[in-house]
């Protein structure tokens, strides 16, 4: 098979944005940057097969056909997009109520593990710390529930 | 197979184990029940141990192991094949006795009221199965899975009282010590059994392996070993495990587990006690262990950790004895084992008895207990007199056995033995101190008061402590059993029998000289107690080790683990782009022929997805990222369309059109634009990071279609999608007949997405009902309007023209759907795309109206749509089966109707139709979430708003 320049140039534009936008904080760039990829990823498995006319017998002649097997695992994957889209907004809109934003925090545990080894202490000193009240940081800007 | 032939042989050994577990699993009920009493009752499954091994005392005697082979996992060489010997018959005996006599000692020590008795109960039961287990197998895996069973029993063992720091550090020691041992252990097993092609113990040991091969896995194995039990350099952790009850010292720390070990050395060592390695470490690591331990023993002024340090003495001793290797060391290790189980045993539950009724068990605050309990005094003198090896008591006859054995040896045996000689000097020294510290009168300590300890709670001790004149004044009796194992050791000379007198013999000799040496060293000790510390502590070398690999992990960890997410993927996609991007580079793909497009319009949609993509990567406005994102995938099913796939560019259509609507619901709550990043400096670095996985992906992009020669494997789907799917349209007919089972796993997916999106949207007190949608009854009235409800005008904007256009097209939508699901085998639509389509239906009908108007078009939980369709697709999975068929299997049904004429059934269009109600599930989902819940949860702020306003 011989690549089609169009489809590879899209791809890679596709991952480009897509990347770039993966790498932000804000959930909803996060998911937009999920969608470009998941556009760019469907194309690249449509590559796998030749295009021609609708694979559907009686309509086509089976030499004319379009590769179906790459079609149909696309198909599974734009809908599985489409749930996970819901997903990820339905957790933007979470974070958003809670903490007022719906940015991506940095993983508490683990700068205070990088905060212990900035004070070359052992794990232990974990037990300490926790045991001086400073336990989970508590939520800010709790929506409380409307009656 | 009658009844005795069950309980009896091998099968009975294997029910045993069984017994044993189901008594675990019922100890926490029996004590709830009865209480502590309840432990007498569980005692019965190790007494059946004891039972067991006396009925076959017979056999033993006559020389013939019971064995018995029954398969577990083949492939693996894993079978439960039983091999009980005299070893193996000594080791039930112990294992089953004591563990009947410990528990019911137990339903004394406890309190009536003992916090996690029940727990305590069914983990000690369970460790006798465990241990009994591993004494009676043969297969070296199996033993490994027993001897680690023993490892964790005991640490929950030590645990007993969690709160404690003391027993979750000991704990801790002893499951960390034994289990790495263990490990190597277990690598030595593989290296033995790989090498002899079986792990049948009793085959390996017709012909071990030899040359430097063995050597290693000796060493391995003997690793599990010595630090099971405790021997140097491993010996700090069973003192650590006192902080356990004294039941489970008595029984695990002196009497079985720790003799796992010792039973290890003493099973190899008629296979390889004459090799030097073997002689080399046991012999001398055993002595060492004897020395040390003696010696630290006769320091300590808690009770119970002079008797852990004499076991550990005493363990070292066994070592030593068993890894002399002749025939009749290995007679005077069997009994010596024999000896040291009862008396170290007794011992332990006397100073458990000492310290429940007189409140210590600290020496130096103990007096005057011997004119207050005499009897106890008297089963403590006569467990210690065995332990110093008295005569007539069984550890006198192990003990000179041992001497006797050594004496007629090799050079270094003569100094080994004055090592044990030296070291049963020590031992006679602290069975003194023991002795006085408990029961003696000591001046200016005021006398103990202890309350009296019935004659079931010293019972059992007493028992312990009679075996040992016992055993020893039957000694010939016992040394005949016992030589059942030692004639399998090879040896030189008239073979030794064990007797309480020899006559005058130089190891009579050396017996009294250790015990009179010993009386002297008591003497002395209290001077000398105090001045020598140990050169090499074990206990510090694993707390440095313990604490320098929790600095490494910090390290590592704080390294590599900043917090950030974005830099974690960052370091992931550019470990993409150096690695399968280089590979790719190294492979030139570029001198392969290509070409610019199929037809020229793709370059026109694909121009269009290539802007709106870099566009939207740099939109500040989240509506704008939005629209922007929604136009690569309208683009790209316009693309889909020009490479002919029309199911799948209707589906995108349709999937983007819901993702916008989506999108709008939940943007509309947000800011409107994107927050502004503190720091802008990262931008370049993701965009140059986006570009090169961009370029990487582009290059896979060409590369992986170039190299491809092979024809696809698709070319046979229309043939199969005829014949055997029953429909024309082959993409379909692969997502529900040929590829069934991947589209089951997304529905799956589907159902799983919807439920989570729901959990995070519905909260608080109604949420279930609100996700039903049961309609607000008021509402309900739709009089002069397009709509069943009347929208609260105060909520939102009425369009009018969208009231009517919903009005109008929701039937006949709905019904286009259907049309679509059915026709989809043989034309583009099928279970997804109708799904969405009936699903922007009830968008349509949530848009004009409210959630109100939602709820009236499709009153049905959502929940319940979902949970519905997966239950029709498995259902027709699971019923092609039932039928006889493979699961997912169709089936063509053609048949005639009064009013429809001919009707072309497949089965697989109930599956379609699974599929389509999930679909539609998830879009309600997402609408009664998204939608109707958002805006409930937003009016009551609206509402304070506008008061506040006013």
Known sequence: MTPNLTYVATVGVLFAAGVTLLLERSLTRILM??????????????????????????????????????????????????????FLLALAYRNWLLVGHDEVQDDAEDRRIARLAERDEGPAAIDDENGDGAGPPARRGEVTEPP | MSAPDLVLGAQGALLLVVVHALAAVAAPLLVRLLGRRALYALAAAPFAALAWALAHTGQIHAGTAVAGT?????????????????????????????????????????????????????????????????????????????????????????????ARRANRVGAMQ??????????????????????????????????????????????????????????????????????????????????????????????????????????????????????????AALRQHDAKLLLAYGTVSQLGLLMAVFGAGSRDAALAGAAMLLAHALFKAALFLVVGIVDRSAGTRDLRELSGLGRAAPWLAAVAALAAASMAGVPPMAGFVGKEAAFEALLHGSGVDRVVLAGLVLGSALTVAYALRLLWGLFAGKPGVIATRPRRAGWAFVGPAALLAVAGPVVGVSAPAVGGMLAGYADAVPGTGAPYRLALWHGFTPALGLSLLALAAGSAVYL??????????????????????????????????????????????????????????????ADRPWLRPWRAWDTPVQAVAAAGVIIAAIFAARALRRLTAMILVGVTGYGIAVLFVLHGAPDLALTQFLVETVTLVMFVLVLRRLPAKFSRRPIRAGRRGRVAIGVAVGAVAAGMAYAATSARQAPPISVAFPELSVSYGGGGNIVNVTLVDIRAWDTMGEISVLVAAATGVASLIFRGAGALRRRRGSPPAARASGTGTWLITAPDPGTRPQSIILQ????????????????????????????????????????????????????????????????????????????????????????????????????????????????????VGLVLDILRSLGAEMDRQQEPADDVSTKEAV
């Open chain 1, 33 to 86: 940057g999920v969608i470009l990829l998941s556009n760019g990823v469907n194309l690249l498995i449509l590559m796998g097969g030749r295009a021609g006319g609708a694979p559907i017998v009686g309509v086509t002649p089976q030499e004319r056909m379009s590769d179906p097997l790459p079609q149909a695992m696309i198909l599974t994957a734009i809908v599985i997009t489409l749930g996970m889209t819901a």
């Open chain 2, 70 to 162: 029954y398969p577990w996992v083949p492939r693996l060489g894993l079978e439960f094949a039983v091999h009980v010997g005299a070893l193996g018959w000594l080791m039930v005996v112990l294992v089953g006795g004591i563990g009947a006599l410990v528990l019911a000692y137990s339903a004394r020590y406890f309190a009536p009221d003992e916090d996690g008795l029940g727990r305590f109960a069914a983990v000690f039961v369970a460790f006798a199965g465990a241990m009994l287990g591993l004494v009676i197998c043969d297969n070296l895996l199996v033993l490994y899975v027993f001897w680690e069973l023993t490892t964790v029993f005991s640490y929950l063992l030590i645990g007993h009282d969690p």
């Open chain 2, 174 to 295: 002893a499951l960390l010590v034994t289990t790495l041992g263990g490990l190597a252990m277990l690598a030595g097993f593989i290296m033995l059994g790989q090498r002899a092609g079986t792990y049948q113990w009793s085959q390996i040991a017709q012909m071990p392996p030899g040359g430097g091969y063995l050597t290693v896995a000796l060493l391995l194995i003997l690793a599990g070993a010595l630090s099971k039990s405790a021997i140097f350099p491993f010996s700090f952790w069973l003192p650590a495990a006192m902080a356990a009850p004294t039941p489970v010292s008595a029984y695990l720390h002196a009497a079985a587990m720790v003799k796992a070990g010792v039973f290890l050395a003493a099973l190899m060592t008629p296979a390889f006690g004459e090799l030097n390695v073997w002689r080399a470490v046991l012999l001398t690591a055993g002595t060492i262990t004897m020395l040390l331990g003696g010696w």
């Open chain 2, 524 to 585: 002395l000790a209290g001077r000398l107690a105090g001045r020598v510390r140990l050169p090499i502590d074990g206990a510090r070398v694993y707390d440095r080790v313990m604490e320098g690999v929790g600095r490494l992990a910090v390290e590592v960890t704080g390294a590599t683990q900043r917090g950030s997410l974005p830099f974690y993927l960052g370091v992931i996609l550019l470990a993409l782009v150096v690695l399968p991007g280089g590979m790719m580079l």
């Open chain 2, 804 to 919: 009517v256009v919903a009005r109008l097209l929701f039937h006949t939508i709905v019904l286009f759907s259907v049309y679509l699901l059915l026709s989809g085998h043989n034309a583009p639509g099928g279970g997804f795309a109708a799904g969405l389509v009936c699903g922007l239906a009830l968008t349509v009908r949530y848009l004009a109206g409210d959630r109100a108007e939602l709820n009236a078009a499709a009153p049905i939980d959502a929940g319940a749509v979902l949970g519905t369709g997966l239950f029709v697709s498995v259902g027709t999975g699971a019923v092609a089966m039932l039928l006889g068929g493979q699961v997912l299997q169709s089936a063509l049904l053609d048949f005639h109707l009064p009013v429809l004429g001919h009707v072309h059934l497949v089965t697989s269009v109930f599956f379609d139709i699974g599929v389509y109600l999930i679909v």
